[in-house]
């Protein structure tokens, strides 16, 4: 375990993919002399399971509650056997669709002996995110919303894009001032304003990239791809492909484009990156966190988008 402040202890599975960064964070929070609050504790995975385990027989402490951000397949199964072994409630979102004991609602705190920890829903990126608020260290466990290098994905049907700049935006104006992040993906973060700050400055420069191409004539989610994200790497592109139609979603329904079926089919190029094989983007490694981030699950069929104002 990294120790990463006097109550937060950081313990990444070993889970790497493009998906994941360096794997996905869990994190052991001391709340009380003896007692610990796990978030997180990622995929199924016995050797993160034994390291949760681990760090509170170290500490000489037992947890007393598990907290899952969110139901994606790389942070919330591990919460079923982290709890079988450590007798810890499960604490998630009223919409998680994983096992857990307890519902946590916007603004719900947790009390203990020396701190307390708030509960944010938090949707964009899933439906059933939250976020966590460690209040006397004024810092954030933000799960996929916001991770410590790079930006999330966020992809329909679960992920929506305005959903998600509304998110970042309250995480801003009611928590700007927190002194650490901790994401689910990457390091921490300490200048958390400047943070939060990039993330909406990339939404919104992305999206007037979007436009620009709608306005050059790309009418397609892979001819938008292609022009915009040229400096990406290709395996990505199906992850960049399911980013531009969430925000061609968005501008569809706020009347800002016009989608219609396209008149031929897909070529193969064009159908490699609105229905991929999945293996290509991870070598064959971690397709359900794949499948889940990215909400591949029925093959998108060609449509054209044009701007109707």
Do not use: C
Not at 230 to 258: C, D, H
């Amino acid at each position: 375990m990294v120790t990463l402040s006097p109550r937060v202890g950081r313990l990444r599975a070993n889970n790497p993919s493009p998906m994941t960064l360096d794997g996905t964070n869990g994190y052991a929070v001391r709340v009380d002399e003896g007692e610990l609050v796990a978030i997180d504790p990622g995929p199924l995975d016995d050797a993160q399971r034994d390291a949760f385990v681990g760090a509170a027989r170290d500490a000489g402490a037992r947890y007393v509650a598990i907290l899952v951000t969110h139901g994606h397949p790389d942070h919330a199964p591990g919460a079923a056997p982290l709890a079988a072994a450590t007798g810890a409630p499960v604490y998630a979102h009223r919409e998680a669709r994983f096992p857990h004991d307890r519902t946590l609602a916007d603004g719900e705190r947790l009390t203990f002996a020396q701190t307390s920890i708030a509960a944010l829903e938090t949707p964009g990126h899933a439906v059933d995110h939250l976020v966590f608020v460690l209040e006397d260290e004024r810092a954030l466990f933000t799960g996929d919303v916001v991770a410590g290098r790079g930006f999330m994905v966020i992809a329909p049907p679960s992920g929506e894009m305005r959903t998600y700049q509304r998110t970042l935006r309250r995480l801003r104006e009611e928590h700007g001032d927190a002194r650490a992040l901790y994401g689910g993906h990457g390091p921490e973060v300490h200048d958390v304003r400047a943070k939060l700050d990039e993330y909406i400055a990339h939404r919104e420069e992305r999206e007037r990239q979007i436009l620009a191409a709608l306005r050059d004539g790309a009418t397609t989610v892979p001819a938008i791809v292609t022009r915009i994200y040229s400096a990406t790497p290709r395996a990505l592109w199906p992850a960049a492909a399911r980013q531009v139609l969430a925000y061609l979603i968005a501008l569809e329904r706020e009347g800002r484009v016009a989608v219609a079926a396209a008149t031929r089919a897909a070529n193969r190029d064009e159908a490699a990156l609105l229905d991929p094989d999945l293996s290509k983007l991870d070598g064959g490694r971690g397709a359900d966190v794949i499948r889940a981030e990215l909400g591949f699950g029925t093959p998108e069929p060609l449509r054209t988008y044009t701007l109707s104002r």
